[in-house]
């Protein structure tokens, strides 16, 4: 098969983020497919541009035999009128690239969110060519940002995006989803389309090679504070307001009386300058916010550290890339998280589960590991890895993933 697939934010693995799509695909074309995916190479989290271009605002680029087309987006700082430009100028260019491809036409095309726009460019995409469009929702808009109080249900903005959805649904042939209750929510609003529920998942491979990484600012300093005999418990993603990231801050200063407990925030995003301000404040000397690090070297950092939290605001639609970064790393878990899907540690007894908005309850979960054995926190990580071995590996995903389109382009083109 040659399968497209059009996610805005997919990365390669030498850059911060998910990657999802990379690793599928990579294991895709390793089964004999042929896959090429269309991206925007102005970073989301880093907020800048990552390749260089002369005229085209485009180029082709080969990644471990995945098909990589970066399209130069618009820049953005914030949340402004310039991050929707991005999107559209994302969405234009990429179905403005792909019309032109015809002579290596696809049997299949997928279009994934979180913005709609990607998935709507990819179904008129399909459409083109007559051939099966997938519809993969990782979030719901605009159901996530009114459950957040972003924005109102009424709303012109809210009305716009939840057409878009409509529209896109009606147009595939197939949808996936990452989160039982998206599921739940595609059968109560789109009676007839099947959806798939696929999660994301792991690549353990990156796990059980002993990596080493010399010379990145955020492992240098976690390597010091680990000589230093400091516990170290971190949280790793986007620094923006649906992590709920303040709340570890409030942690930090009731932990403040236990010097060896060191927080770190490892990322970038909106939120960043505000967090520093906050610990600036509170004078607060064991919390610290560190840069992202390469895909790559995430196995490496999650395995200097003791422990990982895992938190987050009022979403209940996604699901979260870093929870099974965390579980294949072998270390606890703290969760604190509304969504119960994000959220197997209790039952397979892999950390400590707190109710979220409980910061007492969050500061001594991350006492109680404090204090407990180093066997008893590695059986708990160990417990952790073995399930996500079990059921998240990339190989045990795409088996499924594989055979939805494999059986979508044996139906036939449209």
Not at 343 to 351: D, L
């Amino acid at each position: 098969m040659r399968i497209w697939m059009f996610n805005h934010y997919a990365v390669t693995p030498d850059l911060p983020g998910g990657t999802r799509h990379f690793d599928f695909a990579k294991e895709l074309v390793k089964r004999g497919h042929e896959v090429t995916i269309f991206a925007s190479s102005f970073h989301y989290s880093l907020l800048k541009e990552t390749e260089t271009y002369s005229v085209r605002k485009f180029k082709f680029k080969t990644y471990d035999g995945v098909n990589f087309v970066w399209i130069k987006s618009f820049p953005y700082r914030r949340n402004d009128w310039r991050r929707v430009f991005n999107m559209l100028s994302y969405s234009y260019l990429s179905w403005k690239v792909a019309k032109g491809l015809h002579k290596k036409k696809p049997d299949v095309v997928l279009g994934s969110t979180v913005h709609p726009f990607a998935a709507l460019t990819a179904s008129v995409v399909a459409k083109r060519y007559k051939v099966p469009f997938v519809f993969e929702i990782r979030d719901l808009w605009p159901q996530t940002l009114i459950d957040m109080g972003v924005w109102r249900k009424n709303s012109l903005t809210s009305l716009l995006f939840r057409k878009v959805e409509e529209k896109t649904v009606k147009a595939c042939q197939a949808i996936v989803v990452l989160s039982p209750m998206t599921k739940n929510y595609i059968k109560e609003n789109y009676k007839g389309k099947k959806a798939y529920y696929i999660p994301n998942g792991v690549d353990l491979r990156r796990f059980d090679i002993d990596m080493r990484v010399y010379g990145n600012p955020t492992i240098d300093f976690l390597s010091q504070r680990k000589r230093e005999g400091k516990f170290l418990v971190a949280f790793t993603g986007a620094l923006v307001k649906s992590n709920n990231l303040e709340q570890l801050v409030e942690i930090a200063n009731r932990l403040r009386e236990i010097p060896d407990i060191q927080l770190v925030l490892i990322g970038r995003g909106q939120e960043r300058k505000s967090l520093v301000s906050q610990i600036k404040k509170g004078d607060l000397k064991n919390i610290k916010i560190l840069d992202p690090v390469r895909k790559a070297e995430v196995p490496h950092l999650l395995k200097i550290v003791d422990a990982l939290l895992l938190v987050q605001g009022k979403v209940f639609w996604g699901s979260m890339n870093k929870l099974f970064d965390y579980l294949s790393a072998g270390k606890p878990v703290v969760a604190s998280v509304y969504a119960d899907h994000n959220n197997p540690i209790e039952r397979i007894n892999a950390g400590i589960t707190v109710p979220p908005g409980d910061l007492e309850a969050l500061s001594l979960a991350i006492f109680k590991l404090y204090n407990m054995s180093k066997r008893e926190r590695e059986e708990m990580g160990m417990r952790g890895k073995e399930y996500v071995r079990r059921y998240h590996s990339i190989p045990v995903l795409v088996d499924k993933f594989e055979g939805m389109l494999c059986d979508l382009v044996r139906q036939g083109r449209l």
